[in-house]
């Protein structure tokens, strides 16, 4: 009996040499490209979603932005589309929080803090001028752009150089472009906000000298010549209408429902401030303020009188007694030759009336209502009938009846020139509204992520089986035997290529390729004895005899 043959550890490797040169390049050349595939895909689904760090970064900040993401290991691509600096998402806010403390962005932190920055000892005045100008304008830029639908923002401020002559005086002014984000608007509360704003940054300057401009070039200021109702002014409007609706509603939701009705009011404002003074004056209502008395008395008896000259100024004759002297007790005054004196009485009297004034200074309020007009439109009652539920319009006395409460409800005033108009009409019937869609969970990076790999270990699972291992078994199975070849059975060794030749030509002829292993030769074997008993027979029994002989 023929002895097993022992397959050396070499087979594999043997057998691959045994191949031809084709067949060889091909196999290595499948086992490369199939590795090269491997590699990138896993490339592909290892790499994390990347996303833009920052955006609106200069040229100077993404090359300083890249060096400090190298020194504290943070993985950056640069998109060559749009120049953005991408970080992986996971790490995006670690890599922000990264370049705030490295003082990046520069270009957004260049406010009073620059003013530390190459500050020498031979600085000119006029550099420590444009520093602090620059830095000021930096510093209400920052502030703008922390109100909500700002994304970025410049001011320019126009500062004169100060002058010791009043006629050389010009005021400052400034000017403020406002980049909002997609979709978003200013209204003119948040306008109003920006001017005070600048306005109250800068010594002497008015709000009328601040320019608002939109990244559209529109302009968000009025003009300062502009005539009409200021923003404050129909801002005051709107509320004042809308206090009225509310009321209305107060009062009718209860019995017609919250759906039930729709109401409008139109108020007419006046807005015109008039000031009024008026004095009057009554004549009858006359009081003493003040009262002055003088009175005058004048005797010269005991001088002498006339015209002054040299007769007048001559002293009395001797033996003339002086008036006012002592006279004896008992005497009478001698007579002399001078008469007394003429004397003369003055009497002078001041007195100050001080007449009933009023004075009155009106000034009417600056907005007074002028006009309102109300509208209010109630839905049909529902009624159950015969055909199913409809609806029926109020009757004139329900209409006639909420008309009354509208009127007391908003101060109704018919010589004002009010109008209220209640109405009953059919509603139609309300849109139903979409819910908010959530967030979607494919946007999710850890999401995107998890996809490739999941992706990856797919294509695996299926080029493994069904494209590399059928191409590489095909590329090391060898070519067709000789003809002299036969397969032996297993375990025994091949016939002797003469008497295979003259003993089994049909077998020869019809032999199918080299088999590779002893399942195969077995099987070969099985289907030549199904075929041809006889001959395999005679295979037999020359093997016998060959082991006889041995």
């Given amino acids: 009996m023929s002895k097993a043959i022992t397959r050396p550890a070499g087979a594999p490797l043997d057998g691959f040499m045994r191949l031809p040169a084709q067949r060889q390049v091909g196999l290595l050349l499948g086992l490369a490209l199939g590795v090269a595939v491997l590699g990138v895909a896993w490339t592909w689904a290892s790499r994390p979603t990347m996303v833009p760090v920052l955006t609106g970064l200069t040229e100077r900040d993404t090359a300083e932005a890249m060096d400090a993401l190298s020194r504290n290991g943070f993985e950056y691509r640069l998109d060559s589309g749009s120049g953005q600096l991408l970080v992986a998402a996971a790490k995006l806010h670690e890599a922000r929080i990264r370049l705030a403390t490295d003082g990046l962005p520069r270009a957004s932190s260049s406010g009073f803090e620059a003013l530390g920055n190459d500050s020498g000892f031979g600085t000119s005045r006029m550099v420590e001028n444009a520093r602090y100008h620059h830095a000021l304008e930096s510093e209400l830029a920052r502030s703008i752009m922390t109100l909500r639908g700002v994304e970025g923002a410049r001011v320019h401020l126009a500062l004169p150089r100060p002058s010791v002559f009043l006629r050389d005086r010009a005021p400052p002014t400034a000017s403020v472009l406002v980049n909002l984000h997609p979709g978003r608007r200013l209204d003119d509360a948040q306008v109003a906000g920006i001017v005070h704003l600048v306005a109250s940054s800068v010594p002497e300057l008015e709000p009328e000298a601040v320019t608002v401009v939109d990244q559209q070039g529109r302009l968000l200021t009025a003009p300062g010549g502009h005539e009409g109702l200021s923003g404050r002014d129909l801002d005051y409007v709107q509320r004042l209408e809308d206090s009225y609706v509310r009321r209305i509603g107060q009062l009718l939701s209860p019995m017609l429902g919250v759906d039930g009705f729709r109401a409008q009011v139109a108020a007419d404002v006046d807005f015109t401030m008039v000031e009024s003074t008026h004095e009057t004056w009554d004549p009858e209502g006359q009081v003493l303020r003040s009262e002055q008395l003088s009175e005058d008395m004048n005797g010269a008896a005991d001088m002498p009188a006339g015209v002054p000259g040299a007769l007048s100024n001559q002293p009395p004759p001797a033996g003339i007694a002086v008036p006012g002297a002592n006279l004896p007790e008992g005497g009478v005054a001698a007579e002399t030759g001078v008469s007394p004196g003429p004397q003369s009485t003055s009497r002078r009297s001041t007195r100050n009336y ?197």
């Fill in 354 to 550: 001080e007449v009933d004034r009023t004075v009155s200074h009106v000034r009417q309020a600056p907005a007074s209502l002028r006009r309102l007009s109300v509208a209010v439109v109630v839905d049909h009652r529902p009624v159950a009938g015969e055909e199913g539920t409809g609806s029926a319009p109020l009757s004139e006395e329900e209409l006639a009846h909420i008309s009354g409460l509208v009127r007391e409800a908003v101060g109704f005033d018919a010589e004002r020139g009010d109008s209220v108009n209640v109405v009953s009409a059919s509603f139609m019937p309300g849109a139903e509204y979409e819910a908010v869609a959530q967030p979607e969970l494919w946007r999710e990076p850890w999401v995107a992520d998890l996809a490739k790999q999941v992706l990856l270990a797919v294509l695996a699972l299926i080029a493994l089986p069904l494209v590399l291992r059928p191409m590489l078994k095909n590329l090391s199975q060898q070519g067709p035997r000789p003809a002299a070849a036969l397969p032996a059975a297993a375990g025994a060794p091949a016939l002797p290529a003469a008497a295979s030749a003259g003993a089994l030509p049909g077998a020869v002829a019809s032999a199918p390729a080299r088999p590779t292993n002893s399942q195969d030769s077995l099987k070969v074997a099985q289907d030549m004895s199904r075929e041809d008993p006889k001959r395999v027979a005679q295979v037999v029994r020359q093997w016998v005899a060959t082991d006889g002989n041995q």
